[in-house]
């Protein structure tokens, strides 16, 4: 079995910062990619940033300059620093890990129940 949890949402003032962190557990044999999503009401969930094993990064326009994700392959848990946040960053926040469960594991997409990130103008 696999978790994977959200934490470090809230809410905060325009121009404020958070930092959201997300853990994942279980029969976990490598975690290939860490990524976070969001989803505002009535819109779509959308790719925030992704990590890959190795470290390298990917940003949707909206947010580069402004969050950043990194992990700890040691926790297995990845972060996303949010720093001048707006309103427009209001949504609920998604953790999602591509996790091998053995060597020979394909992998699995897991997601986290989500976290509320609400900006205030």
């Known amino acids: 079995q696999v978790q994977v949890v959200e934490s470090g949402g809230g809410l905060v003032q325009a121009g404020g910062s958070l930092r959201l962190s997300c853990a994942a557990s279980g029969s976990i044999f490598s975690i290939k990619a860490m990524g976070w999503y969001r989803q505002a009401p009535e819109k779509q969930r959308e790719l925030v940033a992704a990590?890959?094993?190795?470290?390298?990064?990917n940003y949707a326009d909206s947010v580069k300059g402004r969050f950043t994700i990194f992990r700890d392959n040691g926790k297995n848990t990845v972060y996303l620093q949010m720093n001048s946040l707006k309103p427009g960053d209001t949504a609920v926040y998604y953790c999602n890990a591509h996790i091998k469960g053995s060597w020979f594991d394909s992998g699995d997409s897991y997601w986290g129940q989500g976290t509320q990130v609400t900006v205030s103008s």
């Open positions: 990590i890959s094993s190795d470290g390298s990064t």
